[in-house]
């Protein structure tokens, strides 16, 4: 079945909705942990020791970047994800297959 333009814009947007949803959501995240619980809330969870350290402390030093990271890989993780559901996933060059586009044998 060929795609329309129609179609393909429809997917598109799709696409591109499910996309900066699932940004919007990462960035919350990553602000409540970085600004809530290690500004906003330094003071009482300062009482609580986590690793030696006040845990408002380690949210602001270590938390927020430990945060940032596992964000960063589920992003990928789910990008990945939506890029094959909607079929616009990377091509990734091999060097056989790159051989045989330029007519090389090895």
Known sequence: ????QQDLSYKQKEYWKKNTRLIR???VIWAL???VAAIIL???L?????FGVPLAFW???QG??????ILTFYYAIRMDKLDKEYDVQEVILTE???????????
């Open 59 to 61: 949210f602001a030093q």
């Open 25 to 27: 959501i990462l960035l």
């Open 46 to 50: 300062s009482e609580i020791q986590f």
């Open 1 to 4: 079945m060929k795609e329309t």
């Open 33 to 35: 942990v970085s600004l």
């Open 96 to 106: 056989e297959s790159s051989s045989k586009d330029k007519g090389v044998s090895t």
């Open 64 to 69: 927020s970047i430990i945060i940032f990271l």
């Open 42 to 44: 330094a003071k009482p």
